[in-house]
């Protein structure tokens, strides 16, 4: 089946917009993370849901940084008043359940100039 | 705090040889340790570890994992530059219900032809 999608691809914004990035994750998939990933640096880990559950938000670096998944499948990382620090590669990844494998998303590269 | 260390950071090597890459960590609530290949945007995942001493291998690549050293390697023989990329290592930690993973900054190989 279709593996983990991500939208959009790339996206350049002007300091202080906000941007939606959206994920969607392998059918069936309940557990899906967020992690931001910045050149020459691994994934550092944003935010956790289960179904629609976000069981821990303790990545995410300010409350500009919101994540939600209304109906435990898509899900939306929204962040507000964009600064040049964030611009960073958002990755997401869904696993079937836990201690399963993850498979990440193509990610999505931001750009705030 | 929780911290995986890579090394080294990067590595060029020619067709054919033998590499050895280095993941160690230090996480509370261990539950397992996993290898990616990171190529363009997505990790594609390689191994999962969960056991000391018992090797998981994959065609030229292997992998074992020491949990009393706290560390693994990943093993390339008879490399092809196919193989270049960035490589994670990743620990999963489980607190509580939840679990997260937490990422090191990977190590980039470079294989010439």
């Known amino acids: 089946g279709a593996g983990v999608s991500q939208s959009p691809r790339y996206k350049v914004a002007k300091r202080g917009q906000d941007v939606a990035l959206r994920c969607d994750p392998i059918?069936?998939?309940?557990?899906l993370f967020w992690y931001q990933q910045a050149l020459g640096q691994g994934p550092e880990f944003l935010t956790y849901?289960?179904?629609?559950?976000?069981?821990?938000k303790s990545g995410l670096p300010s409350d500009r940084f919101f994540a939600e998944r209304p109906e435990g499948s898509v899900s939306t990382l929204k962040i507000q008043r964009t600064q040049q620090e964030d611009s960073a590669v958002y990755l997401c990844?869904?696993?079937?359940?836990?201690?399963?494998?993850?498979?990440f998303g193509p990610g999505t590269r931001l750009l705030v100039l | 705090e929780d911290k995986v260390v890579q090394s080294p950071l990067s590595l060029v090597v020619h067709e054919g040889d033998t590499v050895t890459l280095n993941c160690s960590y230090e996480?509370?609530?261990?539950?397992?340790l996993l290898w990616y290949k990171q190529e363009k945007k997505a990790p594609t995942f390689l191994f999962m570890l969960?056991?000391?001493?018992i090797e998981k291998k994959s065609g030229r690549l292997s992998s074992i994992l020491d949990k009393k050293e706290l560390f693994s390697i990943l093993n390339i023989t008879a490399t092809q530059t196919g193989d270049s990329a960035i490589y994670l290592c990743?620990?999963?930690?489980?607190?509580?219900?939840?679990?997260?993973?937490?990422f090191g900054t990977g190590t980039r190989l470079k294989v010439l032809a």
């Open positions: 990844a869904s696993t079937v359940g836990l201690q399963e494998t993850q498979y």
């Open positions: 059918s069936g998939h309940v557990s």
């Open positions: 849901f289960q179904n629609e559950a976000q069981l821990d």
């Open positions: 996480v509370t609530n261990f539950r397992s």
């Open positions: 969960t056991s000391s001493g």
């Open positions: 990743a620990v999963e930690r489980r607190t509580s219900g939840t679990y997260k993973y937490i």
